[in-house]
């Protein structure tokens, strides 16, 4: 009995010290408080690029989202909203239900278009259950740019709040020849850009209009007839670009352009493209007075209206229609010249036939996109190899760059053959090309720049001091894009695309783009926006407006 006992006091010891045991442990873990951190999150709004939040310019509210309910005091001295200037505490309320904190703006207080604001999250804030921001967590919102259209349309000669710059291109205006003649790329557009140009004359906010290329046609002619001609008083490069300004639907467009380039309000900015490559300073000054040049190659131009906007037309890295001012002394005009002499003729005579035989049996660079050039050129309007004859001296020069004897397509084609991959180097270097590319690369360019953009300017492996924005014309493809990665971009390529008839292109013709430097705006965002100029389909509206397509900002 004594032995029992004995052995039950021991179990009833062992017993009660492992219930003590697993008490303690117990409660000591009730103790300890895991942290659990107070996340944040804006479903009514779109993370852009994975980098900032989009918020309307003229939205009235931020609604902050939390996963768990919020002690309202500590709001207002955790939750702040800045800008370049500072806070704008002064300018809103911080209304707190639940789980939810809205930030409303007061009625007297209006977002800026196209700015950056930061969301401040500081550790002060709490839950109600005790959880808190972890450290200081800040948000980016960049508002949309004011529309172009939202501007009060009045004239006025206040150029101290003016900050935008107006970008078209690629309007390739021809002759009167060309006009009645059906190879004109631009005939149906010709009201709709007078009008365009009417609304940047009385628009109170655009500074410069950049011209950025091909404004004028001296390469749409139809092989076989004559680029200069005595009996249409055109003796030269100057007399066919003076012809194209009188032809009759261009006459008010130049009138236009002249308007505003005088008006000494808006800046009237001129960029050289390939199809007009032969025009000069005094040209260009001449039919758009006060028009500001901007060249620094023969038959190629740039302009940077602040260090990191790089615009230009983008024929300087295309293989095929770059000047060419190597192959022989004094001339420029590059293969592509050619190229179009055919298209026009195309455009011109408008056969249909299914053959389109072109064969040229040769592995090299240059002549094999030669050949598909003119091989799709042929195939695109159903026009007959042997009755183009590419032998025979029908293609009519007249004096156009200094040529005067005519040419066979062949001709020119070994004209170029002979040297132009081995003087492709210096012939960049003529051309002032930033980084050489390879003849492969600069013929890929004929139909995507945004290789180009890449390689030559946003891409600083090459360049530690490469610009943020890049605007080119030249492919009639108007686009934004962002580069390198959608999170961690450094860079935009820009296009303005084109003013041709609709019915010559694949893409949407009569566009434009609005760049707004911030160092303008007093913005810290460079904020590039891309528009067309459509029919206003407002009830009750007539004319013309701009129409958004895309809009992309950058830190400058």
């Not at 989009?54 to 989202?65: T, Y």
């Not at 007061?106 to 550790?123: A, F, I, P, R």
Request: hydrophobic residues 35%; negative net charge; proline residues 4%.
């Amino acid at each position: 009995m004594k032995k029992i006992r004995i052995i039950f006091i021991i179990l009833f010891t062992l017993i009660s010290v492992i219930f003590t045991q697993f008490s303690c442990n117990n409660n000591s873990n009730n103790n300890i408080v895991l942290p659990i951190n107070l996340n944040a999150s804006f479903p009514l709004l779109t993370q852009k690029h994975v980098q900032y939040y989009q918020l309307e310019k003229d939205a009235r509210s931020i609604q902050i989202v939390f996963d768990h309910d919020i002690m309202a005091s500590t709001a207002d001295d955790n939750i702040d909203l800045c800008d370049v200037n500072g806070t704008v505490k002064d300018h809103y309320e911080l209304i707190v239900d639940g789980k939810i904190v809205f930030l409303e703006f007061h009625n007297d207080y209006d977002l800026n278009g196209g700015w950056k604001y930061d969301l401040s999250l500081t550790e002060g804030l709490l839950s109600k259950d005790g959880h808190t921001i972890n450290g200081h967590e800040v948000y980016e919102f960049r508002t949309t740019s004011t529309h172009i259209h939202d501007y009060t349309l009045a004239n006025t000669t206040d150029t101290t709040t003016r900050t935008l710059i107006a970008c078209i291109s690629d309007i390739h205006c021809g002759d009167q020849r060309a006009i009645d003649g059906n190879y004109s790329w631009f005939k149906k557009n010709a009201d709709v850009l007078t009008d365009y140009l009417e609304y940047v004359d009385n628009h109170p906010n655009i500074k410069e209009l950049v011209l950025l290329g091909d404004l004028f046609d001296e390469w749409m002619v139809p092989y076989n007839r004559k680029p200069f001609d005595s009996n249409q008083n055109i003796n030269s490069s100057k007399d066919y670009f003076k012809a194209i300004a009188n032809a009759s639907i261009n006459q008010p467009i130049f009138k236009k352009l002249s308007d505003i380039s005088s008006g000494g309000i808006i800046d009237v900015i001129y960029v050289p493209g390939n199809h007009d490559m032969l025009i000069t300073q005094e040209i260009i000054e001449e039919l758009i007075p006060n028009v500001k040049w901007k060249s620094d190659v023969t038959g190629l131009g740039k302009y940077n209206p602040v260090d990191e906007i790089h615009m230009e037309h983008g024929h300087r890295f295309d293989f095929f229609n770059c000047p060419q001012p190597l192959i022989n002394e004094g001339q420029i005009l590059p293969p592509g010249y050619f190229v179009t002499r055919l298209y026009a003729s195309g455009l011109a005579s408008r056969q249909q036939s299914n053959k389109n035989t072109l064969s040229i049996d040769s592995d090299i660079e240059f002549i094999t996109a030669w050949a598909a050039a003119f091989g799709y050129t042929i195939a695109d309007f159903g026009l007959y190899a042997d009755t183009i004859q590419m032998d025979s001296s029908n293609v009519l020069m007249t004096g156009i760059d200094g040529y005067n004897s005519n040419m066979s397509f062949n001709y020119a084609r070994e004209m170029y053959a002979t040297d132009i991959e081995e003087l492709w180097p210096q012939t960049q270097e003529v051309n002032n090309v930033p980084n050489s590319l390879s003849v492969f690369l600069a013929i890929l360019n004929g139909t995507y720049l945004y290789g180009a953009t890449l390689f030559e300017y946003l891409t600083d492996y090459f360049s530690t001091d490469q610009p943020k924005i890049v605007a080119f014309g030249h492919s009639h493809e108007p686009e934004i894009k962002v580069f390198p990665f959608e999170h961690a971009y450094t860079g935009i390529y820009a296009n303005s695309g084109s003013w041709i008839d609709a019915g010559q292109s694949k893409y949407k013709v009569r566009t434009f783009l609005i760049i707004n430097p911030g160092n303008w705006s007093g913005s810290e965002l460079d904020v590039v926006t891309l528009y067309q100029y459509n029919l206003n389909n407002d009830s009750g509206s007539t004319g013309y407006k701009p129409e958004f397509i895309k809009e992309e900002s950058i830190k400058h």
